[in-house]
Protein backbone atom coordinates (compact mmCIF):
# COMPACT_ATOMS: atom_id res chain seq x y z
CA UNK A 1 0.00 0.00 0.00
CA UNK A 2 1.25 3.65 -0.95
CA UNK A 3 0.29 5.87 1.65
CA UNK A 4 0.34 9.14 1.37
CA UNK A 5 0.56 12.68 3.41
CA UNK A 6 -0.34 15.90 2.48
CA UNK A 7 1.14 18.81 4.47
CA UNK A 8 0.64 22.11 4.65
CA UNK A 9 1.24 24.57 7.31
CA UNK A 10 -1.88 25.00 9.87
CA UNK A 11 -4.21 21.99 8.12
CA UNK A 12 -6.24 24.25 6.33
CA UNK A 13 -5.79 23.67 2.74
CA UNK A 14 -3.87 20.00 3.14
CA UNK A 15 -7.17 18.72 5.10
CA UNK A 16 -9.13 19.74 2.10
CA UNK A 17 -6.76 18.23 -0.53
CA UNK A 18 -5.86 14.68 1.76
CA UNK A 19 -10.08 14.30 1.61
CA UNK A 20 -10.44 15.11 -1.64
CA UNK A 21 -7.54 12.77 -3.06
CA UNK A 22 -8.95 9.86 -0.34
CA UNK A 23 -12.52 10.30 -1.57
CA UNK A 24 -11.08 9.47 -5.35
CA UNK A 25 -9.07 6.64 -4.05
CA UNK A 26 -12.70 5.23 -2.23
CA UNK A 27 -14.61 6.25 -5.76
CA UNK A 28 -11.83 3.75 -7.48
CA UNK A 29 -11.91 1.10 -5.42
CA UNK A 30 -8.06 1.63 -4.16
CA UNK A 31 -8.29 1.82 -0.80
CA UNK A 32 -6.38 -1.76 -0.53
CA UNK A 33 -3.31 0.14 -3.01
CA UNK A 34 -3.40 4.03 -1.82
CA UNK A 35 -3.87 6.00 1.89
CA UNK A 36 -4.23 9.64 2.03
CA UNK A 37 -3.49 11.58 4.86
CA UNK A 38 -2.81 15.11 6.00
CA UNK A 39 -0.42 16.76 8.79
CA UNK A 40 -0.21 20.52 9.64
CA UNK A 41 3.26 20.61 9.19
CA UNK A 42 3.60 24.49 10.48
CA UNK A 43 0.99 23.83 13.36
CA UNK A 44 2.69 20.40 15.28
CA UNK A 45 6.05 21.82 15.18
CA UNK A 46 9.18 20.76 12.66
CA UNK A 47 10.75 19.47 15.69
CA UNK A 48 7.94 16.45 16.32
CA UNK A 49 7.69 16.04 12.25
CA UNK A 50 9.90 12.75 12.02
CA UNK A 51 7.77 10.31 14.21
CA UNK A 52 4.45 11.49 12.04
CA UNK A 53 6.17 11.36 8.72
CA UNK A 54 7.89 8.12 9.29
CA UNK A 55 4.15 6.36 9.17
CA UNK A 56 4.16 6.96 5.26
CA UNK A 57 5.54 6.70 2.51
CA UNK A 58 5.47 9.87 0.71
CA UNK A 59 5.05 13.53 2.59
CA UNK A 60 3.73 15.76 -0.54
CA UNK A 61 4.36 19.29 0.96
CA UNK A 62 2.44 22.57 -0.26
CA UNK A 63 5.43 24.61 -2.20
CA UNK A 64 5.15 27.61 0.71
CA UNK A 65 6.73 24.55 2.87
CA UNK A 66 10.36 25.21 1.06
CA UNK A 67 11.96 26.20 4.35
CA UNK A 68 10.38 23.82 6.91
CA UNK A 69 11.16 21.18 4.69
CA UNK A 70 14.84 22.20 4.30
CA UNK A 71 15.03 22.61 7.83
CA UNK A 72 13.30 18.99 8.31
CA UNK A 73 16.51 17.60 5.73
CA UNK A 74 18.82 19.13 7.98
CA UNK A 75 17.33 17.40 11.53
CA UNK A 76 16.83 14.38 10.14
CA UNK A 77 18.86 13.01 7.24
CA UNK A 78 17.93 9.46 8.01
CA UNK A 79 14.42 10.14 7.43
CA UNK A 80 12.47 6.76 5.99
CA UNK A 81 9.82 9.10 4.37
CA UNK A 82 10.33 10.74 1.00
CA UNK A 83 10.17 14.43 1.63
CA UNK A 84 8.64 16.41 -1.85
CA UNK A 85 7.52 19.65 -2.12
CA UNK A 86 4.67 19.80 -4.78
CA UNK A 87 5.18 22.08 -8.02
CA UNK A 88 2.51 24.96 -7.41
CA UNK A 89 0.53 23.85 -10.17
CA UNK A 90 0.08 20.85 -9.12
CA UNK A 91 -0.67 21.37 -5.72
CA UNK A 92 -3.25 24.22 -6.76
CA UNK A 93 -5.27 21.62 -9.22
CA UNK A 94 -4.43 18.58 -7.87
CA UNK A 95 -5.66 16.11 -10.50
CA UNK A 96 -5.53 12.23 -9.14
CA UNK A 97 -3.93 10.78 -11.51
CA UNK A 98 -1.06 12.74 -11.61
CA UNK A 99 -0.46 13.26 -8.33
CA UNK A 100 -0.60 9.55 -7.63
CA UNK A 101 1.82 8.92 -10.26
CA UNK A 102 4.20 11.62 -8.99
CA UNK A 103 3.66 9.85 -5.61
CA UNK A 104 5.04 6.63 -7.28
CA UNK A 105 7.51 8.19 -8.79
CA UNK A 106 8.86 9.44 -5.84
CA UNK A 107 8.35 6.56 -3.60
CA UNK A 108 10.67 4.59 -6.21
CA UNK A 109 13.05 7.09 -6.52
CA UNK A 110 13.36 7.71 -3.44
CA UNK A 111 13.84 3.95 -2.45
CA UNK A 112 16.70 4.04 -4.51
CA UNK A 113 18.34 7.34 -3.95
CA UNK A 114 17.33 8.52 -0.29
CA UNK A 115 17.39 11.75 -1.53
CA UNK A 116 15.90 14.09 1.15
CA UNK A 117 14.04 16.49 0.04
CA UNK A 118 13.39 14.74 -2.95
CA UNK A 119 13.47 16.30 -6.43
CA UNK A 120 13.02 14.74 -9.93
CA UNK A 121 16.02 15.73 -11.95
CA UNK A 122 16.25 20.08 -13.19
CA UNK A 123 13.82 20.91 -10.62
CA UNK A 124 15.70 21.88 -7.47
CA UNK A 125 13.52 24.51 -7.24
CA UNK A 126 10.34 23.52 -6.43
CA UNK A 127 8.73 27.24 -6.72
CA UNK A 128 10.34 27.41 -10.39
CA UNK A 129 8.38 24.31 -11.45
CA UNK A 130 5.06 25.50 -13.76
CA UNK A 131 3.57 21.33 -14.31
CA UNK A 132 0.48 20.39 -13.13
CA UNK A 133 1.07 16.55 -14.32
CA UNK A 134 3.29 13.88 -13.22
CA UNK A 135 7.11 14.51 -14.04
CA UNK A 136 7.25 11.34 -16.20
CA UNK A 137 3.94 12.26 -18.34
CA UNK A 138 5.60 16.16 -18.76
CA UNK A 139 8.83 14.11 -19.81
CA UNK A 140 7.61 11.38 -21.71
CA UNK A 141 9.82 8.78 -19.53
CA UNK A 142 9.89 6.95 -16.39
CA UNK A 143 12.40 8.62 -13.81
CA UNK A 144 15.51 6.42 -13.07
Not at 8 to 21: K, P, V
Not at 42 to 59: I, S
Given at each position: ??????????????????????????????????????????????????????????????????I????????????K??L????????????F?????????????????????????G??????????????????????
Amino acid sequence: MLKIVICCGAGMSSSFLAQRLQREVEKRGLQDEINVDFYPLEAAGVANAKEKLENYDVAMCCPHLKIEVNQISKMFPDLKCALYIMPPKMYGTLYFDEVIQDAKDVKEAFDKTHMIPFHFPGEENPLMIRRCEAYRNRHQHKYD
